[in-house]
């Protein structure tokens, strides 16, 4: 089985610029996470969603963040505009009803903000 | 609120060698779980175990061992026989109840290096 997969694993932009980053979870997951990962703040849950659905964007830093899923195989985590201190990993993860707790992760995406 | 610490923050020894990853929690829930997670050199997160708070028995995997203690709110790791390949970053952490789902609140991770 395909595991979460995300895209593209290592981003470098320029300050400004719009990022987006993908995520495919995991079939028949119907949680999906977003995560940051960052040498001060360590992992840190961004926004979730259940069956497409935003549940708690509370994580969100601010407005230049936003998260989308449009269907059941697919979401994205875009930042207009981007800024240094956006540099991270950000991890997205998957999980289903039957077990919600146990988040299966992709292997990130490294974004670079010069 | 849900806090998860991992007073070590890096541990480095010698292969063969037995090494035991601390995790401590504080939660006001009764019902909880607790996981670990590996984040090998490649960057992406594995799980290695969850446990739910009413199954204090320890647990035996291979080379893993965890032990679960409710009464001094740990949940510590041992690896047996270290080998390098178990060079990583170890993460614990704790299921937070939410109205929908759960939440996992992760500590900061020990950094296990291995030497051959």
């Known amino acids: 089985d395909a595991g979460v997969i995300q895209s593209p694993r290592h981003e470098v932009t320029e300050m400004g610029q719009e990022v987006t980053l993908r995520c495919k979870p995991i079939s028949g997951h119907d949680y999906l996470f977003w995560y940051r990962q960052t040498m001060m703040r360590g992992l840190e849950l961004l926004i979730y969603f259940n069956n497409n659905v935003p549940i708690d964007d509370s994580g969100m830093p601010e407005d230049r963040f936003s998260a989308k899923m449009p269907n059941a195989s697919f979401s994205t985590l875009k930042i207009q505009p981007s800024e240094p201190r956006d540099s991270a990993v950000y991890f997205c993860?998957?999980?289903?009803?039957?077990?919600?707790?146990?988040?299966?992760f992709g292997a990130g995406t490294r974004l670079s903000v010069l | 609120a849900q806090k998860v610490t991992q007073a070590q923050t890096e541990i480095s020894v010698v292969e063969k060698e037995d090494v035991t990853l601390d995790c401590v929690y504080e939660?006001?829930?009764?019902?909880?779980?607790l996981f670990w997670y590996k984040q090998p050199p490649s960057g992406e997160l594995v799980f290695l175990i969850r446990r739910n708070s009413f199954d204090e028995q320890n647990e035996i995997s291979g080379r893993y061992s965890w032990n679960f203690q409710k009464s001094t709110s740990s949940f510590n790791f041992t690896i047996t026989a270290s080998q390098v390949v178990d060079s990583a970053v170890y993460f614990c952490?704790?299921?937070?109840?939410?109205?929908?789902?759960?939440?996992?609140?992760f500590g900061a991770g020990t950094i296990l290096r291995v030497k051959s």
């Open positions: 939660t006001r829930d009764t019902t909880y779980y």
């Open positions: 993860a998957s999980s289903f009803r039957g077990s919600i707790d146990i988040q299966y």
């Open positions: 952490a704790l299921s937070e109840p939410m109205e929908y789902g759960n939440k996992l609140v």
